[in-house]
């Protein structure tokens, strides 16, 4: 399902959609550029809650939920900040500019980078998966910054969605969703197998304990 989604998506990208009047063929950048945003908030609001859940209930499946997302998230955001300088190179003629958007998306990324070094350098403890939930939860302040800042500051990025709805041809729009969800499902899809790496990796310590004891 997942792969047919992204075949379809990629369809409607390169075929389906029209081609933009004034920025041409590399506008077709932003279907990719705004669904592996769309995740990245996805991914980190999956850290944000299940770092919540971890610091109130205590359960471990909440605190590998905050991990997995976290992971992904980062990735999703790798893509945005990749596909922007592409995108925006031809268009604005330059890689980068400390704009609004650019720059909180950068400090997001650099944000969850930290939080994905923390619990890679700590031993695992309740410990330390309480001080990552308390460091996601916190991180977590920087995603409406990202979402509000072209609607708070003066920003190159246009606002594509408005009350108004959106401002693009219904070919375009209709692409839009098309990427999202595909992108959605992919999410899905890398979540499950990195939980289920995760268990693995927990069971594979518990047995390395338990042999070790009995030596």
Not at 163 to 191: D, K, R, W, Y
Request: hydrophobic letters at 55%; charged letters at 15%.
């Amino acid at each position: 399902m997942t792969a047919a989604a992204l075949v379809g998506a990629l369809y409607m990208v390169f075929l389906y959609a029209p081609r933009e009047r004034e920025m041409g063929e590399v506008q077709r950048i932003f279907y990719f550029h705004v669904a592996s945003a769309w995740l990245a908030m996805v991914a980190f609001t999956v850290v944000f809650a299940g770092s919540i859940l971890y610091l109130w209930r205590g359960r471990l499946r909440f605190d590998r939920w905050a991990a997995a997302a976290a992971e992904i998230g980062v990735l999703f955001t790798t893509i945005v900040l990749v596909t922007g300088p592409l995108w925006a190179r031809p268009v604005w003629n330059t890689w980068w500019t400390w704009d609004p958007r650019l720059t909180s998306s950068l400090i997001l990324w650099l944000m969850y980078l930290v939080y994905l070094v923390l619990r890679g350098s700590l031993p695992e403890s309740p410990r330390m998966r309480q001080f990552s939930a308390v460091y996601a939860v916190v991180a977590f302040a920087d995603i409406p910054i990202v979402f509000f800042s072209i609607r708070w500051w003066r920003s190159m990025h246009p606002v594509v969605v408005s009350s108004q709805g959106m401002n693009l041809e219904p070919e375009m729009v209709h692409t839009l969703i098309a990427s999202c969800v595909a992108f959605t499902l992919l999410f899905a899809l890398l979540f499950r197998l990195r939980l289920g790496v995760e268990w693995a990796r927990l069971e594979t310590q518990r047995l390395r304990r338990i042999l070790l004891e009995r030596e």
